[in-house]
């Protein structure tokens, strides 16, 4: 039994360095296809920010076990942040990065210290409700946000070519997906999980549980600014809707898809929906109209027959070929 765990183990390093080798090759492999690799290399730098704002949330649902319906607030902060201080102020992109994670904290800060008073059901639907308000702020603030028209022709560094914008996002993303993994694995994260498991049990032992979740909840919003705000800079503009309640949404079903109790689900359930979202669209037109029926009947298959998502799916199925192979 050991061995297998060392040799499962061994083998998911060797995966996880050839992902990453081929992620680093990708750019330079669709360089090569002219505008429409121009195309994927735009398409997978916004996978890779998506996943980054997918994980970021899996931080208080998968490990928190805390559905929040109003994490595009601090997805939107760290993207009005970036667009202001780059467009309004004349900041270099760097330091708006910078800033965007720190403007997030400080708001999941504001609004996580009334959102963790409550459980359930009632902790849900007051992030909706914050969400909401800072969406209609944002979108009734036309002198200082733009409104609904957003902010628009951000200014981009001419360093920052499409392939280069690629490698910038997977550098941040795999620093930030460590760090992820640093956190989960500290005592932090293991108390973290002790609450998701047995809230009244943790608090009988002593742990302040209002604190880790308040906590968690910061180091969350902070993630979700910094994808913000390289999604800000993707696209040159940002918008009303980069707040909106159906945002949070996205992250919500890329875990729930990709397997929401581990690191890599989020990301992967985010690949995987984006990817079938425009595979569907080069398809057909028409078969965007029906993307909602699509996505239920994705979300049906999960869980009826992988409620731990794809991740956990192959777990299972790695299990049953390790132990025919021990036979």
Not at 67 to 87: C, D, E, N, P
Not at 183 to 206: C, H, P, Q, W, Y
Not at 215 to 235: D, K, P, R, S, V
């Amino acid at each position: 039994m050991k061995d297998l765990r060392s040799h499962a183990r061994n083998r998911n390093w060797v995966a996880a360095v050839v992902v990453v080798a081929a992620l680093f090759a990708l750019p330079f492999i669709l360089n090569r296809l002219g505008k429409i690799g121009e195309y994927w290399i735009w398409v997978s730098t916004e996978i890779i920010i998506s996943a980054l704002f997918a994980s970021s949330l899996n931080l208080i649902l998968g490990f928190g076990g805390m559905v929040s319906f109003g994490h595009a607030a601090f997805f939107g902060v760290g993207a009005y942040t970036v667009a202001l201080l780059m467009k309004k102020g004349g900041i270099p992109l760097i330091p708006a990065l910078m800033a965007a994670p720190m403007m997030a904290a400080i708001m999941a800060a504001v609004i996580g210290w009334f959102c963790v008073r409550l459980i359930g059901l009632y902790f849900a639907i007051l992030t909706l409700a914050f969400g909401q308000l800072l969406y209609m702020i944002v979108f009734q603030w036309y002198n200082f946000t733009g409104g609904d028209d957003g902010i628009h022709g951000i200014p981009k560094p001419a360093l920052l070519t499409p392939v280069n914008y690629y490698l910038f996002c997977l550098v941040i993303f795999l620093v930030c997906f460590l760090l992820m993994w640093m956190i989960v694995n500290s005592s932090f994260g293991l108390t973290i999980r002790t609450i998701r498991e047995n809230m009244d049990r943790a608090k009988f032992i002593g742990i302040n549980v209002k604190r880790f979740q308040w906590f968690n909840f910061i180091i969350a919003g902070a993630f979700a600014g910094l994808a913000g705000g390289l999604f800000t800079e993707l696209n040159r503009f940002a918008q009303t809707d980069f707040l909106h309640w159906s945002k949070s949404a996205e992250p919500i079903l890329a875990s729930l898809v990709g397997g929401m109790y581990s690191l890599v689900g989020p990301a992967l359930g985010t690949a995987v929906l984006m990817f079938l979202n425009i595979f569907l669209q080069q398809i057909h037109q028409d078969l965007i109209e029906i993307w909602a029926m699509i996505l239920g009947f994705i979300l049906l298959l999960v869980v009826l027959f992988a409620p731990d998502g794809l991740v956990g799916l192959y777990g299972r199925i790695r299990e049953r070929i390790d132990s025919f192979g021990a036979i």
